[in-house]
């Protein structure tokens, strides 16, 4: 015996109703003043942690001894930050 239901299953009901009203809110779109704002304080914090490892290695320098490794890691943080 064939059942032949014109009811659509709970299945079908669910994906229905998810993809008619969907809660789930859009990606933001941001205008190009906001990136423009984003990239000066992006390169204004990167300009700050720039010159703070430079005056690092200006007062640490002269105390530091040859194999000094933070001495060394602070001269790899300036040279990224370049």
Same mark, same amino acid.
């Given at each position: ?19 008619? !009203?969907?809660? *789930?809110?859009? %990606?933001?779109?941001?205008? $190009? ?5 984003? =990239?000066? !304080?992006?390169? *204004?914090?990167? %300009?700050?942690?720039?010159? $703070? ?5 200006? =007062? ?23």
């Amino acid at each position: 015996m064939e059942l032949n239901s014109v009811q659509p299953t709970d299945m079908e009901l669910a994906h229905t109703i998810s993809s008619s !009203s969907s809660t *789930r809110s859009s %990606t933001p779109v941001m205008s $190009n003043c906001e990136r423009l704002q984003i =990239a000066n !304080s992006e390169i *204004r914090k990167f %300009t700050i942690l720039h010159a $703070n490892v430079s005056h690092a290695i200006e =007062a640490a320098a002269p105390y530091a001894q040859d194999d000094d490794s933070d001495l060394a890691d602070m001269y790899s943080r300036q040279h990224y930050l370049e």
